[in-house]
C-alpha cells in the first residue's frame, strides 16, 4: 500500500494520528449505519416485492373487468362516459426520515369522500360491468400509493446504501491502511534519526575525550622535562 | 398539494381518469419519455407507467430515480405484466447488497 507524500516529521506524525483516530472512528459509524440501513431495507425489499405481486394481481383483475365493461359498451360510449371524471385526487408529500435519508410518505385526499358517489356518468347508457370496474379501481388505488411510496423508498434507501458501502470500503481498505502504513514510516524515519543522532554524539564524545587525554599526556610530559632539567641543572653543583 | 400522473396506452389508462388520476394517454415509448419529461417538471409526486411502455424508457425513468419526487412505478398494462416491476425491485437489492439475496431462487 502507497504511503502518503510527507514530510516525516514529528508534526505531521500528530496530524496524521489525529486523522487515523477520526477515520477510524467514522469507519464505525458507518458500519454501524450501512449495517442497520441494510436491516432496514431487506425487510422493505421483501414487503415491497409481495406488494408489488398484489398490486399487479389487482390491477390485472380491474384491466379484466374494464375489459368486460368494454366488451359490453361501445367504445365511444365508454369513452364519453369517463371523459369528465367527477373524483379528483390530491396528495400530500410528507418527508419521513429512515436513517437520515429522507423518504416521501404520501398521503392522498379524494375530493368527494363518498365512495358510491364516484361515477362521472349517468346510469342509463352504461353498463353494470362499468360501475363494478371503477369500484373496483378506487378499492385498488389506496395500495397502488403505498407501493408507490415503498418502491420509492426502497430505492432511495438502496442509493443511501450503495454510498455508504462504498465510503466504508474507501475508509477501510485505502484511507486506513494508508495512513497506518504513513505513520509507521514516519515512526521508523524518526527512530532511525534519533539512532544516528546517538551514534554521532557518542563519535563525537570519544574524539572529544582522545583529544583531552592527548593534552594531559603532552601537559605531563612537558612538565617532567622541566623538572628533570630543574633537576639536572641544581646536581652538578652538590656534586 | 400534488397530482398523480398516469402514463399508458389508450386502454390502460381509461380506468385511472375515473377515478381522479390525470391521465396521459401515448402511442409510443417516445411520445412517454417527452410527456414524462414534461409531466415530472410539474407538480406530479408519482406518476405510474404502464410496463408496456416502461420496457423501452429506461435511461429516462432512472434519470428520477434518486429523487425523491416524483416517484416513477411501473404498473401492469391492460396487455399484462412484462415483470418490470418486480425485476426494479431485484435491482435495487443488487444495488445495496451486492447481490440478489433476495429472489434468487425463482
Avoid at chain 1, 441494510?38 to 422493505?44: A, C, P, R, S
Amino acid at each position: 500500500m502507497a504511503r502518503l507524500n510527507v514530510n516525516p516529521t514529528r508534526m505531521v506524525l500528530t496530524s496524521l494520528k489525529k486523522r487515523l483516530k477520526v477515520a477510524t472512528r467514522g469507519h464505525k459509524l458507518m458500519k454501524d449505519k450501512r449495517d442497520e440501513l441494510m436491516k432496514q431495507f431487506l425487510e422493505l425489499a421483501r414487503q415491497n416485492k409481495a406488494l408489488r405481486e398484489e398490486v399487479e394481481k389487482l390491477l390485472n383483475e380491474v384491466y379484466g373487468n374494464f375489459t368486460i365493461a368494454s366488451a359490453v359498451m361501445s367504445s365511444q360510449m365508454l369513452e364519453e362516459a369517463l371523459m369528465y371524471p367527477k373524483q379528483g385526487v390530491a396528495i400530500e408529500v410528507g418527508v419521513k426520515n429512515v436513517m437520515s435519508v429522507n423518504v416521501p410518505v404520501f398521503d392522498f385526499k379524494t375530493e368527494s369522500s363518498d365512495t358510491s358517489n364516484i361515477y362521472p356518468y349517468g346510469f342509463a347508457s352504461t353498463s353494470g360491468e362499468l360501475d363494478g370496474a371503477i369500484a373496483r379501481l378506487s378499492e385498488v388505488f389506496p395500495t397502488m400509493l403505498k407501493l408507490a411510496a415503498m418502491e420509492k423508498e426502497a430505492s432511495l434507501l438502496a442509493e443511501e446504501i450503495e454510498k455508504t458501502r462504498r465510503r466504508v470500503n474507501a475508509l477501510e481498505y485505502v484511507m486506513i491502511p494508508q495512513l497506518e502504513e504513513t505513520i509507521k514510516y514516519i515512526k521508523m524515519k524518526l527512530d532511525e534519526n534519533e539512532r544516528g543522532n546517538q551514534t554521532r554524539l557518542m563519535k563525537v564524545k570519544d574524539m572529544m575525550l582522545q583529544q583531552a587525554i592527548q593534552e594531559k599526556i603532552a601537559v605531563d610530559e612537558e612538565q617532567l622535562r622541566e623538572f628533570k632539567q630543574k633537576e639536572a641543572g641544581a646536581n652538578p653543583k652538590q656534586k | 398539494m400534488y397530482k398523480i400522473g398516469v402514463i399508458g396506452d389508450r386502454e390502460s389508462v381509461l380506468g385511472f381518469k375515473a377515478v381522479g388520476l390525470q391521465v396521459f394517454p401515448c402511442l409510443d415509448s417516445d411520445e412517454a419519455v417527452k410527456t414524462l419529461h414534461r409531466i415530472a417538471k410539474e407538480d406530479y409526486a408519482i406518476i405510474y407507467i404502464t410496463e408496456g411502455l416502461c420496457k423501452d424508457m429506461g435511461d429516462s425513468i432512472n434519470e428520477y430515480k434518486d429523487m425523491r419526487i416524483p416517484a416513477i412505478i411501473p404498473i401492469p398494462g391492460m396487455d399484462g405484466s412484462y415483470g418490470i416491476g418486480i425485476a426494479n425491485v431485484k435491482k435495487s437489492v443488487e444495488r445495496a447488497v451486492g447481490a440478489d439475496i433476495l429472489f434468487g431462487n425463482d
